[in-house]
């Protein structure tokens, strides 16, 4: 099966009503300007496929795609439609506000060949959105993924992690994790929060009101999440933040890691063999890996390996082609 591929094009913080305690949206897109329709079409034809783009979407991320100027909108939408009418990309994806959704947007969405609609949900605890400034609520949630799935919209929900005004970093996780797979979503994203200079989130950090979890709490909620996911048969499309030039001039604080995934990876591993130990009294093992996934199951630096001797196993990890990916074996 061919892997599905992003164009992403950036449309900086333009349609977003309020600022919120985290956000530096040029930080994170490393834009610094909205692209003009010419300037989409000209990306989309030097970067697309000529021919047969049916494993590419045309993605406009890093603002409220349905809250813009809708003169400026239906112009991006309709330059990027060209290109889905010309099979050179099989759709389009956008990602948008919770609140910015209804059935009018929604109608003019699918009639330009929208194919899939992110929401920035965050959390989904209203204290907590209150707190970072979001300006929506977890019923918009609800409601706005409702409607995404009725219109036949492939729905794709984004979470933040160790977020601001939440007082237990696990437990708020778990919790927006679940209530994301009552929803149904098709995709997510994972997003550990990181504290940028000139944002509100700065100020509640060095005022001493805002501690982040550290980079290990931050693995552990995340590989804990991935399990919710994976269980669920919801696929994790991006983990972390994008590792943009000049990006990490701009980080305070928070558990940033240009190998986040792979981190999280090997944690979950980590727990899948910890679960196994359990119906076993041996203290010297050997696990048994596919080739492909070593490193994950090694962790990286041998961490994994260190985890378990901390536990008391002298533990072995190697390779062997009859192991599936994902499945292991302890002797």
């Known amino acids: 099966m061919a892997k599905h591929k992003n164009l992403s094009i950036f449309i900086p913080h333009l349609g977003c009503p309020n600022q919120c305690s985290f956000c530096d949206q040029r930080s994170i897109s490393g834009a610094q300007t909205a692209p003009s329709a010419s300037e989409v079409a000209k990306i989309c034809d030097e970067f697309l496929p000529k021919e047969n783009g049916a494993d590419y979407e045309i993605a406009f991320f890093g603002g409220s795609f349905t809250a813009i100027d809708r003169g400026y909108m239906m112009q991006l939408l309709e330059t990027a439609h060209g290109f889905v009418c010309q099979g050179r990309a099989a759709g389009i994806r ?13 109608g003019i969405l699918k009639q330009y060949g929208v194919t899939s609609i992110e929401l920035g949900a965050q959390s989904m605890q209203d204290d907590v959105l209150k707190l970072n400034l979001r300006g929506h609520t977890e019923e918009d949630v609800n409601r706005a993924s409702k409607l995404i799935k009725k219109y036949g919209f492939s729905l794709g929900l984004q979470m933040m992690t160790g977020l601001y005004g939440q007082k237990d970093y696990m437990r708020y996780a778990v919790d927006t994790a679940g209530k994301f797979v009552a929803l149904q979503p098709d995709t997510v994203r994972i997003y550990p929060t990181v504290t940028l200079k000139n944002t509100m989130l700065e100020n509640v950090f060095l005022s001493g009101e805002y501690t982040p979890p550290t980079l290990d709490e931050t693995v552990d909620i995340c590989a804990q999440l991935m399990e919710i996911f994976d269980e669920a048969g919801i696929k994790i499309i991006k983990m972390g933040l994008h590792a943009d030039t000049g990006l990490e001039d701009k980080i305070v604080a928070g558990p940033y890691h240009p190998a986040f995934r792979e981190l999280c990876l090997a944690r979950q591993k980590l727990l899948k063999i910890k679960q196994q130990l359990t119906n076993t009294d041996k203290k010297s093992i050997t696990i048994k890996v ?13 961490t994994n390996i260190q985890q378990l001797a901390q536990l008391g196993y002298a533990a072995q990890i190697v390779a062997d082609s009859s192991v599936e990916a994902d499945e292991f074996t302890i002797d």
């Not at 956008?94 to 929604?106: A, K």
Request: some cysteine.
């Open 290 to 302: 596919n080739p492909k996934q070593l490193s994950q199951w090694k962790g990286q630096k041998n």
């Open 94 to 106: 956008i990602s948008t506000r919770p609140d910015c959704i209804d059935e009018e947007i929604l």
